[in-house]
C-alpha cells in the first residue's frame, strides 16, 4: 500500500489544500496534521473577488458573509470601490472538513516533526508558513469584535481610512459590518518596531470609536497580533521530499485568500506527484516575484520614510499597472 501525503498546518493553506483534495481528486490519500485543537485557529480572512479568480467558484461554499462593494476614506471624502468583497470564517471552514473527510484524514492536537512526517508519508506538504526575512518591518494588529448599543450605519466594508493616520507611525483603520449593529474593527499600527504599547492601541481606538458616535455595548472578541512585513524575500527551509509553501501573501497587506487560492488550484491540477507539485510551486513563485518585489519596496517606503499614501493605491487597485508605480516612485523622489 502507498503512503498518504502529509500536510502540515491546519490554517488557511492546509485546510483550503485538504477541501479542495476532497472535492477534485478524492482517490488522493493525505493526513492533514494540526496542532491546535480547531482548523484556521479562530481567525476570519476577508478578501476581494478580484483576487482570487475564477477559484472564487469553489471558494463560495466557504465564504460566510459578502458585500457588493468597499469603501476607501480620505480626508477629502470616500470612494466607493465596486469590487465585491468576502469573508471566510474558519468555524464554518473546520465544521466543513470535518464533515467532509474521512476517519484518520485529520489528526488535530497533534504536532508532527518535518523528519517523522516523512517517515509516514510518501512526500509533506508544509503550509506552516516557518521562514523568516533578513529585513523586515512588522505590522502591529489590535483586532476587535464588538456589538454596538444601536445600529452603526455601516454598509459596506472600509478597507482604508486616511483619518486615523499617526504623525509618527502610518495607520490604518479597517472594519467590516458583520450584522446592523456589530462589526469587526483591525487597527493597523506600522513600525521597523515589534514592541505592541498594547495601552497606547486601546486608547487611540477608543477615541477614533467615539468620534464615530458608535457607542459600544460589549466587546465579543480581541485579539492582537504583530506579523511581518517584508522589506526582503524569504528564507525557508527546502529539503528531501518536502514541498514548502511558506512565505507566500500579499506583502503589505498581509492578505493570503486570493495567492492559496490560485496556487491551490495550480497543484490541484496536476497528477499531484511529488515532482510536479514541487515544478508548480516554484513555477508560481517566481511569477509573482516582480510584483512581490515592488511591494517590499512599498514597505521599506511605509517603514523608514512614513510615505503614507502607499494606502491610496493598495487599497484601490487589485493589481498595480506601471502608470501606479511610476506614481509611488514619483512620491519618493518628491520626500527626498
Known amino acids: 500500500m502507498s503512503k498518504p501525503v502529509i500536510i502540515l ?33 479562530h481567525e476570519m480572512w476577508s478578501f476581494r473577488e478580484s483576487d482570487c479568480g475564477k477559484a472564487l467558484n469553489w471558494l463560495r461554499p466557504l465564504v460566510t458573509k459578502s458585500w457588493r462593494q468597499y469603501q476607501v476614506k480620505f480626508n477629502s471624502g470616500k470612494r466607493d470601490i465596486l469590487t465585491p468583497y468576502h469573508l471566510l470564517d474558519s468555524k464554518k471552514l ?18 508532527i516533526s518535518t523528519e517523522l512526517a516523512l517517515q509516514e508519508g510518501s512526500f509533506v506538504i508544509d503550509t506552516r508558513n516557518i521562514c523568516h526575512f533578513r529585513k523586515t518591518g512588522y505590522r502591529k494588529c489590535l483586532s476587535l469584535e ?35 449593529r456589530n462589526l469587526l474593527i483591525k487597527d493597523f499600527w506600522y513600525s521597523n518596531d515589534k514592541n505592541l504599547n498594547l495601552d497606547e492601541m486601546r486608547r487611540a481606538l477608543s477615541e477614533t470609536l467615539a468620534s464615530y458616535g458608535w457607542k459600544i455595548h460589549k466587546v465579543i472578541k480581541e485579539e492582537t497580533s504583530v506579523t511581518l512585513l517584508p522589506t526582503s524575500r524569504p528564507v525557508f527551509r527546502q529539503e528531501g521530499r518536502v514541498i514548502n509553501l511558506a512565505g507566500i501573501f500579499h506583502d503589505t497587506t498581509g492578505c493570503e485568500v486570493g495567492s492559496a487560492a490560485k496556487l491551490i488550484d495550480k497543484m490541484i491540477n496536476t497528477s499531484f506527484r511529488f515532482g510536479e507539485l514541487r515544478e508548480v510551486v516554484a513555477t508560481y513563485r517566481n511569477e509573482i516575484e516582480s510584483d512581490r518585489k515592488f511591494l517590499r519596496l512599498l514597505n521599506r517606503l511605509l517603514i523608514e520614510e512614513k510615505q503614507r499614501r502607499i ?23 518628491i520626500s527626498v
Open 9 to 41: 498546518g491546519g490554517g488557511l493553506w492546509g485546510s483550503l489544500l485538504a477541501y479542495r483534495l476532497k472535492e477534485v481528486l478524492p482517490l488522493v490519500d493525505f493526513i492533514l496534521y494540526e496542532e491546535s485543537s480547531t482548523l484556521g485557529r
Open 94 to 111: 473546520h465544521d466543513l472538513l470535518i464533515q467532509k473527510l474521512p476517519a484518520g484524514a485529520l489528526k488535530l492536537n497533534n504536532q
Open 146 to 180: 464588538v456589538e454596538c448599543l444601536e445600529d452603526h450605519g455601516v454598509e459596506s466594508p472600509v478597507l482604508y481610512n486616511e483619518e486615523v493616520m499617526q504623525k509618527d507611525c502610518p495607520r490604518n483603520l479597517y472594519y467590516l459590518p458583520l450584522s446592523p
Open 311 to 333: 494606502f491610496e493605491v493598495i487599497y484601490q487597485k487589485a493589481n498595480l499597472n506601471l502608470l501606479d508605480r511610476s506614481r509611488i516612485l514619483m512620491w519618493k523622489l
